[in-house]
């Protein structure tokens, strides 16, 4: 069955940074898109990056472009998110998360768009 596992969460001072990585099993990886998605306490799902089935498209919400950066490795069935210059408001859990095909969707509904997800890993960002 699918299997999403996620780590390197933490805690991190502001303007630190922190790299996420989720291993991938139980489907043909290089088929399909893969995104961040993430939850800041009290609030929904936010889709947060997305990158195509290999690797030559990815996309950001607008308040992670130019600090977060995704890259996908497909002979290691592996998705990390590097996160630099790390805000206060990027606390939150942040899931790893299976497209449904090939191509990024950036959406508003991730849980209707996405099909398998991970566990979910805590960045806390905090002085």
């Known amino acids: 069955q699918v299997q999403l596992a996620e780590s390197g969460g933490g805690l991190a001072q502001p303007g630190g940074s922190l790299r996420l990585s989720c291993a991938a099993s139980?489907?043909?990886?290089?088929?399909?898109?893969m995104n961040w998605v993430r939850q800041a306490p009290g609030k929904g799902l936010e889709w947060v990056s997305g990158?195509?089935?290999?690797?030559?498209?990815?996309q950001y919400v607008y308040e992670v472009k130019g600090r977060f950066t995704i890259a996908r490795n497909n002979a290691n069935n592996t998705v990390s998110l590097q996160m630099n210059n790390l805000k206060p408001e990027d606390t939150g859990l942040y899931y790893c998360?299976?497209?449904?095909?090939?191509?990024?969707?950036?959406?508003?509904?991730?849980?209707?768009?996405?099909?398998?997800w991970g566990q979910g890993t805590q960045v806390t960002v905090s002085a």
């Open positions: 139980g489907f043909t990886f290089s088929s399909y898109a």
């Open positions: 990158i195509d089935a290999d690797g030559r498209d990815d």
């Open positions: 998360a299976k497209a449904r095909g090939p191509i990024v969707v950036v959406t508003a509904t991730p849980k209707l768009e996405f099909d398998h």
